[in-house]
């Protein structure tokens, strides 16, 4: 039995295209994910850097990834990840 990802944390950088609610929508309709949470915590003139939650039963970091880089954006880095067979409160 595969034990899935229940919570995953991301520091992303992203161009201002797509824009916040976009990118959830598109996240959110990755198997697997079932809450999106994107918190903008610094804009410059080109880019966002934010902060993505994720929380599902079965997240699948690589398409994640693949959905980011396909949006123009780039992890910086991985700042939490919960899995198991019951999620971590």
Known sequence: MRIGIKRLVLDVLKSHEPSLPE???????????????????????????VKITLEGEDIDFDEVSKCLIDNGAVIHSVDEVAAGKKAIH
């Not at 598109?26 to 999106?36: A, F, Q, S, T, Y």
Request: charged share 30%.
């Open 23 to 49: 990118l959830a929508t598109r996240l959110n309709d990755i198997d697997g994910v079932e809450e999106v949470n994107i918190s903008l915590v610094e804009i410059d003139q080109n880019t966002e850097s």
